[in-house]
């Protein structure tokens, strides 16, 4: 039997079922394909530091591989046209992947299923439940976050499986080498690709002396590793398996006891598989401006007014350092996210989704069901049963940096600028 996996978000060799269900593969090709960037909302490529994790977890896997006798294949391209070309030329019987929730991501499968003459399979990998362990229409828990996490309360997340002992060889065929790491490094936050440095930090987050035990207390800080997990990148990529994570929450709390910080902790992973879920039901108007009601929200669409957002040169300077930390890091806190999104939204009345995009492109940890779901719950047209969140960006700064150190950190105050420079009809507006 001649297998071929192909690797998604689940860049790791613990926990991933569908590389354990490749025991029985006599060979076995390991593939990778680099993300398709599609411009979107004008934007196009993908950030700096979000391209160096991503290459350096695909390093940190094929090294992983390689001890095991392995090799990642890497391809460019669309997944669509290039697996059929491998399975031809591989000759091979089946193909195997990881369940990833977004339309996109659905349909790449749902083609590839439809045009294959060989069996293509898609394991759960990436979620704490699998669809079939849900009780009751996932049409009706996903729909807001509360009976979600009211309905799966009492279900335990699926139990880690351990990484295989061995895998089948690959193909006697020439690999070509991996992009290597290159000089970029991480600036300021120092987030690693790869999944050791994702257990790693997990590992020291729960049971190191500054973490979880705060959790209650610093989840809302601005900066990364001092304040929540920053857990995201890794379970983003899937370098690190969420069904680890809420393992790790439930080792703690049989040895020191539940708390506050460990409940909000799981309460967070329930978030995001809320968002998973609620992905995989949303299909196509995840990416709507109106959402899956399509409601209708006024925008406005200034250039300049994005532009400036996006290098963080507004009249607000708790805006500026959020956006220049994301430019700068390729991470912002959640509270960060919820304010630079509610000032794009409900301040300079643009689209959400020329904020989401350029939050895709940067973000290391981006995510498609967390980004997307995210933004429109915050624009109100999403799983908000409140109908969206506007927050006042002066008194947000009053209680998460009283004394101006993020902001003076990340240089957040910059000269104040016009509002506008064009009318309504786009002519411009002479200064006073
Ligand atoms: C506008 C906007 C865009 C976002 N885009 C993304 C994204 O692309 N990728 C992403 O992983 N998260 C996204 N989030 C959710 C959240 O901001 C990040 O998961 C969190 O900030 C990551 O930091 P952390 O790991 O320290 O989180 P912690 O507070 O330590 O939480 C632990 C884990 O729980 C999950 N989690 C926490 N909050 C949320 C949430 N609101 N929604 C979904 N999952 C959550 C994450 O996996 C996170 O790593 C977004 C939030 C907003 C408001």
């Not at 094929?62 to 399975?87: C, I, M, N, W, Y």
């Not at 060989?118 to 979620?127: D, K, T």
Request: glycine share 8%.
């Amino acid at each position: 039997m001649r297998s071929i996996y192909w690797f998604r978000n689940d860049l790791r060799l613990h926990d991933n079922p569908g590389l354990l269900a490749q025991r029985d593969a006599d060979e076995l090709l390991l593939v990778y394909v680099w993300p398709k960037y599609r411009p979107w909302c004008n934007i196009t490529g993908i950030g700096a530091q979000r391209e160096r994790f991503l290459i350096e977890s695909l390093l940190a896997l094929d090294a992983s591989l390689r001890s095991k006798g392995q090799r990642l294949l890497l391809l460019h391209g669309a997944a669509e046209t290039l697996l059929p070309h491998l399975v031809e030329r591989f000759n091979a019987d089946r193909l195997l992947t990881s369940l990833a929730p977004g339309f996109y991501e659905r349909r790449a499968v749902a083609h590839l299923s439809e045009n294959l003459s060989v069996p293509v399979e898609c394991l759960a990998g990436n979620s704490l439940f699998a669809q079939s362990d849900l009780p009751g229409a996932l049409a009706e828990q996903a729909k807001h976050f509360t009976p979600f996490r009211e309905a799966v309360g009492q279900l335990r997340p699926q139990v880690p499986i351990a990484a295989p002992a061995q895998l089948p060889p690959p193909p006697t065929w020439s690999f070509t080498e991996l992009p290597a790491a290159g000089t970029r490094a991480p600036i300021a936050l120092p987030l690693r690709g790869g999944e050791q440095a994702g257990l790693e930090r997990l590992n020291n987050w729960v049971f190191g002396q500054q973490g979880i035990a705060d959790y209650a207390k610093t989840r809302n800080c601005l900066d990364g590793l001092d304040g929540s997990s920053t857990l995201s990148p890794w379970l983003a990529t899937g370098c690190l398996s969420v069904r680890e994570a809420a393992a790790a929450i439930a080792r703690y709390e049989a040895e020191q006891g539940a708390n506050e910080s460990t409940e909000w902790l799981y309460q967070e992973l329930l978030w995001r598989e809320f968002f998973y879920w609620r992905a995989v039901q949303d299909d196509r108007s995840l990416f709507r401006s109106g959402g899956d009601k399509r409601r209708i929200r006024r925008c406005i669409f200034e250039p300049r007014n994005f532009a400036r957002w996006c290098q963080g040169d507004t009249n607000q300077a708790l805006v500026n350092a959020l956006m220049r930390q994301l430019n700068t890091t390729g991470w912002m806190s959640n509270r960060g996210r919820q304010l630079a999104a509610s000032f794009l939204i409900n301040e300079l009345d643009i689209d959400w989704r020329y904020g989401a995009a350029y939050f895709e492109k940067h973000l290391i940890d981006f995510d498609v069901a967390s980004n997307y779901g995210n933004w429109q719950y915050i624009a109100g047209v999403g799983a908000d049963p409140r109908g969206g969140r506007h927050f006042n960006i002066d008194k947000q700064a009053r209680l998460y940096d009283p004394d101006g150190l993020f902001v003076s950190k990340w240089q957040g105050n910059r000269p104040q600028q016009p509002e506008f420079v064009t009318d309504a009809a786009d002519w411009p507006i002479m200064p006073e």
